[in-house]
């Protein structure tokens, strides 16, 4: 069957056994997502569902290889009359052929139109083995493919439902995705896709700006593509919203792997991608005012200066449960005031040697800093600055960091919560956590330990921070120190302090610190 028109009407079908068994055969289906819809089948008012005798079920379903989808009709008692199909003979159909009587439809995804794309090889095919790609051809065949994603957009505004199948080869220049190109919806977006595992390689030439590039759009998803050698290896701008880039690998590009670079983006989903800069690229994930936008499931490393960057006005981001390493400067950056209220978790962040902080905060307030694990930084594993206020830095596991497990300082960097982390120096990080000139910081909960120095250190005109049912041991100088300046009014409330190298508790300097109940 040609999926060039998606009705088809069969009837009369008999088996071999002169009965009214029979069924029809649709052979050499092109990978993607098929439903087939019945209608009365056997004309005598039995339920489509209960004669239904699919090999494949009716059911959606992916298919990554060309193959046969059967259907058999029994005889019209109102249930199946036999255990399994009888012997048929097989019918072809040519498109829009009308036999009567049965009436499905056929479809790649539901509403919508499948296209392809192919480069001037067949090495490595898998959407369109017997043929290369032309952009005279008209995209809408695997045997007519196009051959640059950039020409197929220009010709057709792709709808709801829409998939474009990128074969594996190489290609170039700059894509750009309009809201005019691509329109999805949530139960029916646009899929512009590689084979499973990767293959279509898009690779730039000095002074292309995007490789592929959403001006705005909706509803759009990108899989399984590999984008390389542009200044912005895949970007989203304008009045982009719910984008999903899955799958990708973005490597050696020059300013950023994926870029989310206007206020108005929201939404966007980056997903399970390779973003790796191989010391070329400034930065891996960049975010630059967008809000509710989730960064997940990610590797991202050997930037040349940061793994993710929020910065301007970024609001309720999610970067979560990626791998980020080996950055060469930082791993999490959030580096403005109005970059507030985003969510960091579960990620693991490691300098690996190279990185001088994990994760950054200047002047963004009310983020949420939770289970990530933090290790192998030069300096800092969690580092809050500037007017950095009310972030809660909650039960994260930070080791082996070169000076501090987590600091917070500045004048303004005031009623954060540090809570029930494990800040493990492992003999080579300074300290544990330092507070300089704070002011009503709550540091509980936590296990401080193996630090060569100090585990605590509150300094300077640090006021009015509160030290918790903390479990303090085994640093090589002091428990918790507090020094260098006028500390004043620090509470030191039920910790446990043990086995550090000179001192459980010296207060050296400041005024009105409390003592209570710690052991």
Not at 163 to 170: K, S
Not at 222 to 239: C, E, M, P, S
């Amino acid at each position: 069957v040609s999926t060039a028109s998606t009705n088809f009407q069969v009837s009369g079908l008999s088996g071999e056994d002169g009965q009214q068994n029979g069924g029809y055969s649709i052979r050499g289906l092109a990978p993607g997502t098929y439903r087939l819809i019945l209608e009365d089948p056997d004309r005598m008012g039995t339920d489509p569902s209960t004669i239904n005798r699919v090999t494949r079920t009716n059911a959606p379903r992916i298919l990554t290889d060309p193959v046969a989808d059967e259907y058999w009709s029994a005889s019209g008692e109102g249930a199946l009359a036999e255990p399994v199909p009888g012997p048929t003979s097989n019918l072809t159909l040519g498109a829009g052929q009308i036999v009567s009587n049965i009436d499905f439809r056929d479809y790649l995804p539901p509403e919508g139109t499948n296209y392809y794309v192919d480069d001037d090889s067949n090495i490595g095919d898998t959407f369109t083995p017997g043929a290369i790609g032309n952009d005279t051809n008209s995209g809408k065949s695997p045997l007519a493919p196009k051959r640059s994603l950039e020409n197929l957009l220009a010709v057709y505004n792709l709808k709801a439902g829409d998939t474009v199948y990128v074969d594996t080869g190489n290609y170039g220049g700059e894509t750009r995705i309009r809201g005019s190109d691509a329109d999805g919806t949530s139960n029916a977006p646009i899929t512009i896709r590689g084979p499973d595992g990767g293959g279509p390689v898009f690779s730039g030439v000095p002074g292309e700006r995007n490789g592929i590039y959403f001006a705005d759009g909706k509803y759009v998803r990108l899989w399984n593509v590999t984008v390389r050698g542009y200044t912005n290896g895949i970007g989203v701008g304008a009045n982009a919203t719910n984008i999903e880039i899955r799958g990708n690998t973005a490597v050696s590009n020059y300013y950023t792997g994926i870029r989310l670079g206007a206020s108005t983006v929201r939404s966007v989903r980056v997903v399970s991608n390779q973003v790796h800069g191989r010391r070329l690229c400034r930065y891996g994930v960049l975010i630059s005012g967008a809000d509710a936008n989730t960064i997940t499931n990610n590797r991202i490393s050997r930037h040349a200066a940061i793994g993710v960057e929020l910065n301007a006005t970024s609001m309720t981001n999610r970067i979560v449960n990626n791998n980020i390493t080996s950055n060469s400067n930082t791993g999490i950056y959030i580096p403005s005031s109005g970059a507030d209220a985003n969510t960091v978790a579960s990620n693991l962040v490691d300098g690996a040697g190279y990185g001088g902080f994990g994760i950054l905060l200047i002047d963004a307030d009310r983020s949420l800093i939770e289970r990530n694990t933090i290790r192998g930084h030069s300096a800092y594993g969690i580092w809050l600055t500037g007017t950095a206020q009310t972030n809660r830095v909650l039960r994260n596991t930070i080791r082996s960091n070169g000076q501090y497990g987590i600091y917070l300082d500045g004048t303004s960097v005031d009623a954060n919560r540090i809570r029930s982390n494990q800040i493990d120096g492992r003999g080579y990080q300074i300290r544990g956590i330092r507070v300089n000139d704070g002011d009503y910081n709550t540091i509980s909960r936590n296990q401080i330990g193996r630090n060569t120095a100090a585990g605590i250190h509150i300094i300077a005109s640090a006021f009015s921070n509160t030290i918790a049912s903390n479990s303090i041991y085994s640093n090589g100088a002091v428990g918790v120190a507090i020094t260098n300046g006028s500390p004043t009014g620090t509470r030191l409330v039920r910790n446990t302090i043990w086995r550090n190298g000179r001192i459980g508790v010296g207060i050296y300097t400041g005024i009105g610190s409390k003592l209570i109940g710690s052991v």
